[in-house]
T-cell receptor
Framework: NAGVTQTPKFRILKIGQSMTLQCAQD?????MYWYRQDPGMGLKLIYY???????DKGEVPNGYNVSRSTTEDFPLRLELAAPSQTSVYFC?????????????FGDGTRLSIL | AQKVTQAQTEISVVEKEDVTLDCVYE???????LFWYKQPPSGELVFLIR??????QNEISGRYSWNFQKSTSSFNFTITASQVVDSAVYFC?????????????FGKGTLLTVNP
């Protein structure tokens, strides 16, 4: 019953460092998403993927990159960490893009950039 | 453009009280879906319910009930006889059926605190 697994759960970065947030799902879902959650602001979509090899930008993609080489994995990369990227990051997946399909979320990665 | 408004930022109740969390949405799509998610203090997001725009029947699941009214573009969530374990942030979300149907638009959330 793993569902969507995110690693790490917590991370502190220095300004200018880079890192990759990992996301894996074992539900054979085609669609995967990355969101960020800022205090009092709900969740905003960073990037999404409709299948292996296909990714597209969401609402707030600047400063991030993604790749989707397999159905299971959807890593999010921060190249030059900035304080504005301090946030909680959630990965989600859904079976299809059909509007009625709920997205299933991982437990989140809390990232602080100092 | 799609928008979800949860006007109540924080609500505090005493255990066993009933509480209603409000959600108002905006969309131009004629077919759309509404969701509620719960985020307990541990931080994960838990899917609670999905409703499509063609089904206005109210739904009840144990102590939880949802009231969907298209006439007022509202999808309110009521917890009956609240318990301390209900303390969480609750998010209402909307997904349309048009070109951006991949996108879940979230409200800002309502922090519910249930005191013993």
């Amino acid at each position: 019953n793993a569902g969507v697994t995110q690693t790490p759960k917590f991370r502190i970065l220095k300004i200018g460092q880079s890192m990759t947030l990992q996301c894996a799902q074992d539900m054979n879902h085609n669609y995967m998403y990355w969101y960020r959650q800022d205090p009092g602001m709900g969740l905003k979509l960073i990037y999404y993927s409709v299948g292996a090899g296909i990714t597209d930008k969401g609402e707030v993609p600047n400063g991030y990159n993604v790749s989707r080489s397999t159905t299971e994995d959807f890593p999010l990369r921060l190249e030059l960490a900035a304080p504005s990227q301090t946030s909680v990051y959630f990965c989600a997946s859904s079976y299809s893009r059909a509007a009625g399909q709920p997205q299933h979320f991982g437990d989140g990665t809390r990232l602080s950039i100092l | 453009a799609q928008k979800v408004t949860q006007a109540q930022t924080e609500i505090s109740v005493v255990e066993k009280e009933d509480v209603t969390l409000d959600c108002v949405y905006e969309t131009r799509d004629t077919t759309y879906y509404l969701f509620w998610y719960k985020q307990p203090p541990s931080g994960e997001l838990v899917f609670l319910i999905r409703r499509n725009s063609f089904d206005e029947q109210n739904e009840i699941s144990g102590r939880y009930s949802w009231n969907f009214q298209k006439s007022t573009s509202s999808f309110n969530f009521t917890i009956t006889a609240s318990q301390v374990v209900d303390s969480a942030v609750y998010f209402c979300a909307l997904k349309g059926s048009g070109g951006s149907n991949y996108k879940l638009t979230f409200g800002k959330g309502t922090l519910l605190t249930v005191n013993p």
